[in-house]
């Protein structure tokens, strides 16, 4: 932005100089808040998901439906740490995606989400040593390059309906 | 065959639409400006009043329970990549019910994550 106006010198000090740099100022903002929230949402999300699957594994499976099973099944969920970071993790990644939503379009949003899968794997591979094949991380390598695409298409593209 | 091509249909369908319904209800109650805790209680108050949430809220609920029972019937391998298509449908939903502009590059993006999100799915195996 600043490269823009140093190219028209005559203009920063315009009236519409100034209105164009307010505006460009108030757009970088905004983009950035989306990024931002964009990267708690793929952070959040698989961490809550993956903080469940450790929770529910620790727990087991419900092995009958006796009313004594259950409330025992129940109460283990109940009293599983992982089981209720993976809920709190989820509950705000929620949150923070209904904001993300208020900000910019869902046609924008959905596809950049997808690399919450490239995440997984890198989490899976360099925390848990999973093998993660050839195929995998050509998945992910095409993700992100559509990410990319999606990324330089302006976030926001309606007004509100409110 | 025929309950998998309807629970496969509930899964993009109703989960992608519940998604599309929470992000009207977003659109309606217009951007959040301000992120202190009193202000984001207000915002899911109106939030919670807005019919398109509840119904995106039950679609996510039917799109995920079919994904449950979809599973039971089906491999993970071949049921789980079908629901790279929920990128292309989200895309068009986007296009028609929200009336946002997918320009021809976001179309492209939209392509490309549905194809990697495929090849990721396949191989996970």
């Not at chain 1, 969920?77 to 995606?97: E, K, P, T």
């Not at chain 2, 209680?41 to 009043?49: E, M, N, S």
């Not at chain 2, 019910?97 to 021809?104: A, N």
Request: aromatic share 10%; proline share 3%.
């Amino acid at each position: 932005m600043a490269g823009f106006l140093r190219s028209r010198p005559g203009l920063a000090h315009t009236r519409e100089g100034i209105r164009l740099s307010q505006s460009m100022k108030k757009t970088f903002a905004s983009s950035s808040k989306v990024y931002l929230f964009l990267l708690l949402m793929v952070i959040l999300g698989p961490l809550g998901n993956v903080l469940l699957g450790k929770g529910m594994r620790q727990v087991g499976s419900i092995s009958s439906w006796d009313s004594a099973e259950v409330i025992h099944f129940l109460s283990q969920v109940a009293g599983s740490v992982a089981i209720w970071l993976g809920i709190l993790c989820l509950m705000v990644f929620f949150a923070v995606y209904m904001l993300v939503l208020s900000w910019a379009d869902y046609s924008y949003v959905q596809p950049a989400s997808a690399v919450a899968y490239g995440m997984v794997a890198l989490l899976g591979h360099f925390l848990l040593g999973e093998a993660i094949t050839p195929m995998r991380w050509t998945g992910v390598l095409i993700i992100c390059l559509g990410v990319l695409v999606v990324g330089n298409t302006p976030p926001r593209t309606t007004e509100s309906r409110g | 065959m025929k309950n998998e091509i309807i629970f496969l249909l509930l899964i993009v369908v109703a989960g992608t639409g519940g998604e599309l319904c929470v992000a009207r209800t977003m659109q309606a109650v217009g951007p959040a400006t301000d992120l202190r805790p009193a202000a984001l209680v207000r915002l899911i108050g109106r939030v919670l009043r807005s019919g398109w949430m509840w119904l995106g809220l039950l679609l996510m609920a039917v799109g995920f329970f079919s994904l449950l029972e979809m599973l039971s019937l089906e491999n993970v391998s071949f049921v789980v990549p079908v629901t790279a298509l929920s990128y292309g449908f989200g895309a068009l939903g986007g296009k028609l019910f929200l009336r946002e502009q997918v320009t021809r590059r976001r179309w492209v993006g939209v392509l490309l994550v549905c194809v990697g999100v495929g090849l990721v799915l396949i191989g996970q195996r």
